[in-house]
């Protein structure tokens, strides 16, 4: 079983910061990806930015020259910093695992894995 854990979030104001963490724990045997997703009231989640863990990352247009992801490959952990925050910035922030938990030659699956949500609010 693959767990998430997600921490930093919180209130801000227009303008501020905030860094977010999620640390990957349980039966992993392989990540190719790590990142983040967010879901505003009333909206579909969506691609907030991801990591491959080769190095290669992906941000929504919305979102690219403020913020930054980051991962510690040896402790399966991904960090967001978020500068400049906006008040439609307001989410939900998920992280998300991409991986197999067990050798796909022992019939594990590529599939995706989610933390339980944290509230960031950006108070204008």
């Known amino acids: 079983q693959v767990q998430l854990v997600e921490s930093g979030g919180g209130l801000v104001q227009a303008g501020g910061s905030l860094r977010l963490s999620c640390a990957a724990s349980g039966t992993i045997f392989s990540i190719n990806a790590m990142g983040w997703y967010r879901q505003a009231p009333g909206k579909q989640r969506e691609l907030v930015a991801t990591a491959t863990t080769g190095g290669t990352t992906n941000y929504a247009d919305s979102v690219k020259g403020r913020f930054t992801i980051s991962r510690d490959n040896a402790k399966k952990t991904v960090y967001l910093q978020m500068n400049s925050l906006k008040p439609e910035d307001t989410a939900v922030y998920y992280c998300?695992?991409?991986?197999?938990?067990?050798?796909?030659?022992?019939?594990?699956?590529?599939?995706?894995?989610w933390g339980q949500g944290t509230q960031v609010t950006v108070s204008s």
């Open positions: 998300d695992l991409r991986g197999y938990a067990t050798a796909a030659s022992a019939g594990g699956r590529l599939r995706d894995y």
